[in-house]
């Protein structure tokens, strides 16, 4: 299965701030996911990013507020924008593997 | 949308057998998957099931799904405190989009 490298692995940020995510996949995949993990929370689904084209957000979810970019098969960012506190969270990404789907370590950010 | 239900809470003590429940409401579900998440840490894909076998085993770990009741269940045998974690149960839908329960945290004593 591929390794997926994401960091920052936490961060603490001001609100109205924004926070760029990364993460790189060590094989070239299609689809990459990110998730968003809220406190004491299940994982949501923000948004699908292929390469090439605009990411697909889920409901709930807009591309001003969580900018995501996909320049290659193995590279992917998500960016919080003008964070608030309600932000707080832990955001993963994932990438399909050869069964099931293999998660990034996470990013934890805490806005203050 | 789908639905998946954990229980929210399991307390073992260590050596005993830990089962975990969970349920699910989409009928067209093809795999059916457990994840691990430890403190601090990402999501550890433990195994999974298709849907349309009844059992699977994987060393200490039993998967069972009865599919007529979409009912799947964990068992870890001879649980040990680093099997301390929260659990997460997802089934994967014919779009390859995957729906996760809120998961289960296992507590393990000594």
């Known amino acids: 299965s591929a390794v997926i490298s994401q960091k920052p692995s936490r961060d603490i940020c001001q609100r109205g701030t924004s926070l760029t995510i990364q993460c790189q996949v060590d094989s070239q995949v299609t689809m990459m996911f990110w998730y968003r993990q809220q406190p004491g929370q299940s994982l949501t689904l923000i948004a699908t990013a292929n390469q090439g084209s605009e990411a697909t957000y889920e409901s709930g979810f807009v591309i001003d507020k969580f900018p995501i970019s996909r320049p290659n098969l193995t590279f992917s960012t998500l960016t919080v924008s003008n964070m608030s506190p309600e932000d707080s969270s832990i955001y993963l990404c994932s990438v399909p593997a050869e069964r099931g789907y293999t998660f990034g370590s996470g990013t934890r950010l805490t806005v203050v | 949308g789908e639905d998946v239900e954990q229980s929210l809470f399991l307390s073992v003590r260590e050596g005993d057998s830990s089962v975990i429940n969970c349920t699910y409401t989409d009928s067209s579900s093809t795999y059916l998957y457990w994840y691990k998440q430890e403190p601090g840490a990402g999501l550890q894909l433990l195994t999974y099931i298709f849907s349309n076998m009844d059992m699977k085993q994987d060393q200490r770990l039993t998967v069972l799904l009865n599919k007529k009741d979409k009912h799947l269940s964990l068992r870890i045998a001879d649980t040990q405190t680093g099997d301390s974690a929260i659990y997460f149960c997802?089934?994967?839908?014919?779009?390859?989009?995957?729906?996760f329960g809120g998961g289960t945290r296992l507590m393990v004593k000594p």
């Open positions: 997802a089934e994967e839908d014919a779009g390859n989009m995957l729906t």
